[in-house]
């Protein structure tokens, strides 16, 4: 799990907590250089949570003028997390109920003062990719996208993918199915922009290969938080 945000002066005027750090990507394998994996297993992995942003709660007259820290942003990948530049391929595995990190929620405040951003939930609740990414006859069920963080302003929007994110690199998936994958919920509280996650089973943002795909039972949430 990351660090919470430092808190704010509470003597001093128009101070804002610090935002929390973003958590760890890679529940199991974060690949930053090659490496092929086969005939594996990644079941129960999760990326790590964000912090929770810094508390602002004095009591003197210039509370008022105090906000706090956003929380951070869960970590990518709840089973693999594949780097910018690194090259990974994937063969002959099993992915299932891996998770995206729980966004951090913001921090605590107090009086007429302003809130602050949940963080977002992790994307890729089994695989989490911005390089180059090879996928062949594997299996990616019931993985899940990780939870926005609560919050009153905006952010805590929820993890996309929740089979895989794909927003960098390029991509090839041959023979390869996607099965009751959901993609993560938004956090709880006001924040009137929060969403859930894009994607059930895959949210791709670049250019490649798809053959022979198969998916079943994939579930977007809906715009609400649970």
Do not use: W, Y
Not at 58 to 75: C, H, K, L, P, W
Not at 119 to 131: E, F, P, T
Not at 196 to 224: D, K, P, W, Y
């Amino acid at each position: 799990r990351a660090g919470s945000g430092e808190n704010c002066d509470n003597g001093a005027f128009g101070h804002t907590g610090h935002d929390g750090g973003s958590g760890g990507d890679g529940g199991a394998i974060r690949n930053a250089g090659t490496a092929t994996i086969r005939n594996s297993r990644f079941t129960g992995n999760d990326g790590g949570q964000g912090g929770t942003g810094g508390n602002c709660t004095g009591t003197d007259i210039f509370s008022v003028n105090r906000s706090v820290g956003s929380g951070g942003a869960g970590g990518r990948g709840g089973a693999i997390r594949n780097d910018s530049g690194a090259t990974l391929l994937i063969q002959h595995c099993f992915f299932a109920q891996n998770e995206g990190g729980l966004g951090g929620s913001m921090g605590t405040v107090a009086g007429n003062n302003s809130g602050a951003n949940g963080g977002v939930g992790g994307a890729g609740g089994a695989i989490s990719s911005d390089g180059t990414l090879t996928i062949e006859d594997t299996s990616i069920e019931a993985n899940r996208g990780g939870k926005g963080g609560p919050a009153t302003v905006g952010g805590s929007h929820g993890g996309n993918g929740g089979g895989m994110s794909i927003t960098g690199g390029t991509m090839t998936i041959r023979r390869t199915g996607l099965t009751s994958n959901v993609s993560g919920n938004r956090g709880s509280g006001t924040a009137p922009n929060a969403r859930a996650g894009q994607g059930a089973g895959m949210h791709t943002a670049v250019s490649g290969t798809i053959e022979n795909l198969t998916a079943f039972e994939e579930e977007v949430r809906r715009g609400l938080a649970r």
